[in-house]
């Protein structure tokens, strides 16, 4: 047996502060802005099973190695693996993990950034009752005013990027787990509240333009499968949303992970995590898709979709104004919550590697970040005419960060795992007491996780699909 590490940055509360911290990570735009949006674009319920499918047999898997090497290195990803991979007699090339992780890091926490400052902008619009009795085009130009204008997109992405600076500056464990403990149950029945909003006076709207069951509608979008309907790239983006939503593959997961006390069960706290974060995702598509066939809009709004439809229910709803600001503000907290995890590895890293102060390193990550952030602001507006794979600069980091970096960095993290640590390392830090189900883990991680993720992304390289 190893002998036990302490992380040099401290260590969570206990099991209930790391599920709460990870489920800040995890629980963000990629459950309420994102995922209803690809759903909506890639045809809906076919894809929603594929993504279901994947964090069932991928995303929970890989999620557990992620933490269990997490807590076995103590440190940050670069350094954990630099170590693993030494205690494991393996090459220290495994360090490319950590590295790797901390580029899709930078990028992936730039245009998280800019999405999260629309949220705050959205927060003060609420509030100020701009959407009051608007309809579908009148919210929808209010949305596309809000993009073209770069000015207000970095007044916003900046008081954003100095929000998560503060609290990344300050250390992970003050103030973060109260905040969470608190706020994600309050999103979590504001969404349940919407959903039931959905349920009934969408009701009306609905009738009144020809749709009788708007909920309807929108519940059989989600769960009704068109199999035709399902491109090769839809199964790709689920895929890559099953990591981002998981916050999997870019080494957040791990270095919570090595803040983990050592008698937590990894297995139980990983299907706990992962079970909120996919209740969470499926209910903002509950509240919005019925709102979207309602209203009579088309569910493929891309980027905009929960920009266009929740003001539009909070616009006609009894205390709309009080529920829809208290919403975006709340969705602006889980944002914040994940974006403070997509910076944890590097600030670690810096902190262990470079001896700064973590308010040093935590300020110099920020900067970067924000002047990344810059070019995914201006690529929705003045730059909007550059493409580069067809894409603007926002989505390009988007789909190669999700699509392909972090599968990528799931992948490795299999591969090590399952392969290169010695199975007695696994099953002592795992400490699973079935064996039975430690051996089903075991045949995932080796054999299904690696090999799923492989096909997938070979396919899509090589243009197969
Ligand atoms: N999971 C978060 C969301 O769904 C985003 C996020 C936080 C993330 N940390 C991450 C994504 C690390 C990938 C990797 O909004």
């Known amino acids: 047996m190893a002998e036990r590490r302490e992380s040099l940055h ?36 076919a894809f929603v099973i594929v993504y279901l499918v994947c964090i069932a047999l991928i ?8 933490i269990l090497l997490g807590r076995r290195g103590r440190r940050s990803p670069i350094n954990t693996m630099t170590h693993l991979a030494e205690e494991e007699g393996r090459s220290p090339a495994w360090k490319l993990l950590g590295g790797g992780g901390i580029v899709a890091g930078f990028l992936i926490l730039s ?22 009795g608007q309809t579908a085009d009148g919210v929808g130009a209010l949305f596309g005013s809000l993009l073209g204008d770069p000015e207000r997109l970095l007044a916003w992405h900046t008081i954003f990027m100095v929000m998560t600076t503060v609290v990344v500056a300050r250390g992970v464990r003050s103030g973060l787990e109260q905040l969470v403990r608190y706020l994600m149950p309050a999103l979590f029945i504001l969404l349940i509240v919407m959903v039931g909003y959905a349920m009934n006076a969408e009701y009306a709207a609905g009738v009144a333009r020809g749709v009788d069951t708007p909920f309807m509608s ?29 916050s999997l593959g870019m080494g957040a997961i791990m270095v919570y992970g090595s803040y983990l006390p050592q008698n937590t069960s990894i297995a139980r706290t990983t299907i706990t995590i992962a079970l909120m974060d996919t209740v969470v995702a499926l209910l903002a598509g509950l509240a919005i898709f019925p709102i979207v066939f309602a209203n009579g809009l088309a569910p493929d709004q891309s980027f905009g979709l929960v920009f266009k439809t929740l003001p539009l229910a909070f616009g006609h709803m009894p205390g709309g104004i009080f529920f829809g600001s208290l919403f975006f503000l709340l969705l602006a907290f889980a944002a914040w919550t994940s974006a403070i995890s997509l910076s944890e590895p590097v600030v670690a890293w810096l902190v262990e590697n470079r001896s700064l102060s973590r308010i040093y390193a935590a300020t110099v990550v920020g900067l970067i970040t924000w002047v990344l952030g810059i070019a995914s602001l201006l690529s929705l507006n003045v730059w909007s005419g550059y493409k580069i794979f067809g894409m603007p600069f926002i989505d390009l980091a988007d789909y190669i960060t999700a699509n392909i970096l972090l ?15 010695k199975k007695e390392s696994v099953a002592d830090e795992l400490a ?34």
């Not at 995890?26 to 949006?37: E, H, Q, R, S």
């Not at 989600?222 to 983006?237: H, R």
């Not at 054999?447 to 492989?454: K, R, W």
């Open 218 to 246: 929108g519940l059989s979008f989600m769960f009704n499968p068109d199999f035709s309907k399902l491109s090769g790239d839809s199964v790709l983006i689920a895929l890559g949303h099953a990591f981002f939503t998981l």
């Open 432 to 465: 699973i007491k079935q064996t039975r189900a430690f051996d089903l883990w075991y045949v995932v991680i080796r054999y299904l996780s690696p090999i799923a993720i492989a096909i997938v992304l070979y396919l899509k390289i090589f243009k197969v699909i």
């Open 111 to 132: 245009f998280y950034s800019v999405v999260a400052g629309i949220v705050l902008a959205f927060f003060f619009r609420t509030a100020s009752g701009v959407f009051e």
């Open 59 to 66: 995303g929970i898997p890989v999620m557990m190695a992620e």
């Open 10 to 45: 401290g260590q969570w509360s206990g099991r209930w502060a790391f599920i709460l911290a990870a489920t800040g990570s995890a629980v963000g735009l990629g459950n309420i802005w994102k995922f209803p949006y690809i759903t909506g674009d890639n045809g809906g319920g």
């Open 407 to 421: 599968p990528l960095g799931g992948l490795l993290i299999a591969i090590f795992v399952g392969w290169k640590m």
